[in-house]
């Protein structure tokens, strides 16, 4: 690997000659060039963040302390614990303690439990709208779940979701709006956002519509800021957690029943109305999957949106049960 | 336990005590805190002193130690104000998007777990701002070396920074 090399060149080491053999290798490849800036990062990083010299300026006697250590050491004896043998009456005992915990535990769980977490809204096969008591609206997705404590808005904005909803957040300094979903958090102050968040996903995606938004994944330690038109995407399995930009024309058309095809690849236009419609339709592997769709839909029924795309795609199907079958494309 | 142990006891506490509380605090946050968790690791680090390996890297034991105490002090607070740390958050992040504290300590982290004479190197140029030839000299090893130590140094950096190293160069194409 070239790792003297670069190190020689950013200590300032490196003679006229091996700079130029330096340049020429970072020419040669973009990952050389990846790489050599990744090392630069590092570099910088390490020189600018790590320093001793802020340590001098902690409140510390290391004198007293080394005193109030040997303190500790000397004072520290092994306690030496009688070994009496239990009597069946303690037995007795231990067990109707543990019992007692058992139920006081039972009880005071129960009590926070229902206390916290009193008002839920369910979803089956429809959406709902739901006004918060200090006004921010949440659009829940069908198959969702939001769920917040009774004392929601007067210490904070605390709020559960499973499942997918549309936020529109009024905005209150004093109190960020909380999202808790499966692993992550999403705080706001005020704005306007899209979480999706089902069990089944492999993914939480939260995507902005305006204003910004904190995603953070705690197991994880890892956060982004997200602003308008970027969207955040933690993958369960990788544990990895990205923001990118937002190119999803599509992301709330499952509550604004509008959705917009620009150039867009077939398959992305199934999976599209597979999320809008909450259907199955399948394109079989020997279908072409390239041809493009450029149409908009502004509250049609699945029936018509399949109708358009029948007569400009050339492309008959086949309904099974609850699946639907792509048969034929003819582009 | 010998008179001896402790003496050479002292230096390793004297040299490493503010330090290591510097480090726990960018856990902590609380002065306090951070040095109470710092004496209980000497506490137990003295307790098996006798028994550790002769050649062990007290640095990188004693790093790691605080780091995994640190880390379950703020686990265990984390429990108890579940929700008021979001405001600690915040004041964090009016800095910098990303937590420069977590980078610091990752830093250090990395660096102390070099192995002793990699480290002193690193210090020696990164720190102290020695050239190579200056750091041979006042280490009496050769300039290869030198450069050798340099080479480890940065790539042990670099396994430890990797995710940071992502998330900054997706700020960059944002």
Redesign the interface.
């Given at each position: 690997m070239q790792?003297?090399l670069i190190?020689?060149h950013l200590?300032g080491?490196t003679s006229a000659e091996e700079e130029n053999q330096l340049l020429i290798w970072r020419t040669q490849l973009p990952e050389n060039e990846r790489y050599y800036n990744?090392?630069k990062?590092?570099?910088a990083?390490?020189?600018k963040?790590?320093?001793?010299r802020?340590?001098?300026q902690?409140?510390?006697n290391?004198?007293e302390?080394?005193g109030?250590?040997?303190k500790?050491?000397t004072k520290?004896v092994t306690p030496v614990r009688p070994i009496i043998p239990e009597s069946p009456f303690r037995l007795w005992l231990k067990i109707a303690a543990a019992l007692l915990v058992v139920v006081v535990s039972g009880v005071v769980i129960n009590y926070i439990v229902f206390r916290k977490t009193d008002i839920q809204f369910q979803t089956a096969d429809q959406t709902l709208s739901i006004t918060l008591p200090e006004g921010s609206i949440i659009t829940l997705n069908q198959h969702s779940q939001l769920s917040y404590a009774s004392t929601f808005g007067e210490k904070?904005r605390?709020v559960s979701l499973k499942g997918e909803g549309f936020f529109e957040v009024k905005r209150d300094v004093q109190k960020?709006f909380?999202i808790k979903v499966e692993q992550g958090t999403v705080?706001v102050l005020g704005t306007s956002f899209n979480v999706q968040s089902y069990d089944h996903r492999k993914e939480i995606e939260v995507t902005v519509q305006t204003g910004s938004v904190?995603f953070?994944v705690?197991e994880t330690?890892r956060?982004v800021?997200l602003t308008a038109g970027?969207k955040g995407i933690y993958s369960k399995t990788e544990q990895s957690l990205?923001?990118e930009p937002n190119d999803d024309l599509n992301f709330l058309s499952w509550n604004t029943r509008k959705i917009v095809f620009v150039e867009s690849e077939l398959e992305s236009v199934i999976e599209t109305l597979n999320e809008t419609y909450q259907v199955n339709i399948v394109l079989p592997a020997d279908i072409p999957k390239t041809c493009l769709v450029t149409v908009t839909f502004d509250h049609q029924t699945l029936e018509a949106v399949l109708n358009v795309l029948r007569t400009t795609l050339n492309l008959t199907y086949t309904i099974k049960g609850n699946q639907i079958e792509i048969t034929r494309v003819g582009c | 336990m010998a008179e001896k142990d402790l003496k050479s006891f002292e230096k390793l506490f004297k040299e490493l005590f503010k330090p290591l509380c510097g480090f726990s605090l960018k856990y902590v946050r609380d002065l306090d805190e951070a040095k109470g968790l710092v004496h209980e690791v000497f506490v137990s680090v003295w307790e098996k002193f006798d028994t550790l390996p002769a050649d062990i890297n007290y640095h990188s034991y004693l790093y790691t130690s605080v780091r995994n105490r640190s880390l379950n002090f703020i686990r265990d607070r984390k429990k108890h104000v579940q929700f008021e740390n979001v405001a600690e958050h915040e004041l964090t992040e009016a800095n910098s998007p990303f937590e420069t504290v977590e980078l610091e300590r990752e830093i250090e982290m990395a660096i102390h777990s070099l192995p002793e004479k990699c480290r002193m190197v690193f210090e020696l140029n990164r720190v102290e701002g020695l050239t190579y030839a200056q750091v041979a000299e006042k280490m009496s090893i050769s300039i290869k070396t030198v450069e050798a130590h340099m080479s480890k140094a940065l790539s042990v950096l670099r396994e430890y920074l990797k995710e940071f190293l992502s998330i900054l160069i997706f700020l960059v194409i944002l």
């Open positions: 790792d003297d190190i020689r200590t080491e990744g090392m990062e590092i570099f990083l390490s020189s963040h790590y320093s001793q802020t340590n001098e902690l409140n510390i290391v004198d302390e080394w109030q250590f040997v500790t050491i520290k904070n605390n960020p909380v705080e904190r953070s705690p330690k956060e800021k970027q990205i923001g | -």
